[in-house]
């Protein structure tokens, strides 16, 4: 089975912008978590979706936001961005409903300048 | 809220020697605790994982040993070896609100093995 995919790879924006990354995850997950990764604060949890639903969302202000399709392709947008915001975002996939192995993407590498 | 320690931040080893990598969680009820390994420009990759109903697990050369009285879990490498390198973090699963796979990561520790 292909793995976690996540696009782009890497990108580059401004200050004010907005941004959408998108994951997709193992074939027959339907678990999605994203991550912020900072060297700063490490791994941070972002939400969580599963068949389609948010189930649990970490300490971040509105302007991060995310959805999950029926083919369990997750996106994230970040609006508003802030130099704060630049960072390795990682998505992972989970085959079962509730404490499981994640699979995680390469991740997405955001820089705001 | 939840939240999980881990130390040391680094550690460097001899080759041959063991590794050894404590981490506490402060929600009793979290019941899966995971430990990823994560190479420089690598995505994490799970390594050895526990479910709060073990007291210890073993894989080859890496074991995971729980204490749920002290909320306490630790990562043993034994007979290090140079790909060992790495940064490993470990996780719980907090089951707050139902069934989740929301992980709460520690800080790391990055394990440097000297040949």
């Known amino acids: 089975k292909a793995g976690v995919t996540q696009t782009p790879r890497y990108l580059i924006k401004t200050r004010g912008q907005q941004v959408t990354l998108s994951c997709s995850p193992i074939?027959?997950?339907?678990?999605v978590s994203w991550y912020q990764q900072t060297p700063g604060q490490g791994l941070q949890f972002l939400f969580e979706?599963?068949?389609?639903?948010?189930?649990n969302k970490g300490n971040f202000p509105g302007r991060f936001s995310g959805r999950q399709f029926s083919n369990s392709r997750s996106e994230m947008n970040v609006s508003t961005l802030e130099l704060g915001d630049s960072a390795l975002y990682l998505c992972?996939?989970?085959?079962?409903?509730?404490?499981?192995?994640?699979?995680f993407g390469p991740g997405t590498r955001l820089t705001v300048l | 809220g939840e939240n999980v320690e881990q130390h040391p931040s680094t550690l460097s080893v001899q080759e041959g020697d063991s590794a050894v990598i404590k981490c506490t969680y402060s929600?009793?009820?979290?019941?899966?605790f995971p430990w990823y390994k994560q190479e420089l420009g690598k995505r994490p990759q799970l390594i050895i994982d526990i479910r709060s109903n073990v007291g210890e697990k073993k894989d080859q050369r890496i074991a995971v040993t729980l204490n749920k009285t002290a909320k306490h879990f630790s990562l043993h490498i034994t007979e290090t070896q140079p790909e060992d390198s790495a940064v490993y973090f470990c996780?719980?699963?907090?089951?707050?609100?139902?069934?989740?796979?929301?992980?709460?990561f520690g800080t790391g520790t990055l394990l440097a093995v000297q040949p």
């Open positions: 996780a719980a699963s907090p089951p707050y609100g139902g069934a989740t796979n929301k992980l709460i």
């Open positions: 074939s027959g997950h339907r678990s």
């Open positions: 992972a996939s989970s085959l079962g409903d509730s404490g499981n192995e994640q699979f």
């Open positions: 979706y599963f068949s389609e639903t948010q189930r």
């Open positions: 929600d009793s009820a979290s019941n899966y």
